[in-house]
């Protein structure tokens, strides 16, 4: 596999002191249990896949865009009796940002785009916080899951290990979805 130009971890040094980026695209995961037929980093890999198709388009269209390693951890308070679900308080999730954002700031990166892939993520709040700290740059965050209108896929609500999920992931890693029964 070649190395994308647009993925900070397949990427050199060499290369990244060259590309000039102007959009820092971060995706943030959860780790949780997605019922009997997903794995615990659907999230994960659900956020790296859209945020590494996103980035190609946009590169190829000629953004300057990067993609960072997918943070694995969200917030999962209301399913801490879950083994293994990991969870972020909200603080610690609002201080690995400001550092990220802290680090952009000083080296003159100018954007940031938070791809949340978990519904117990919400960085609108932490968002505005940063902003007032960091006013050079600009922030923002997109929940992928919302970006369309369900009703128009999937007779069925939802939103955790649901239809839209499930084909995402058979899509993505269909070696990892097993049946349900």
Known sequence: MAPRPYILAETTWQHVKAAAYEVVVLPWGATEAHNYHLPYATDNYQCDYIAAEAARLAWEAGAKVVVLPTIPFGVNTGQLDITLDINLNPSTQLAILRDVVQV????????????NGHGGNDFRQHLRELQAEFPAVFLCTVNWFKAVDRSQFFVAPGDHADALETSAMLHIAPALVRPLA
């Open 104 to 115: 952009l700031a000083r080296q003159g990166i100018p954007k940031l785009v938070v791809l």
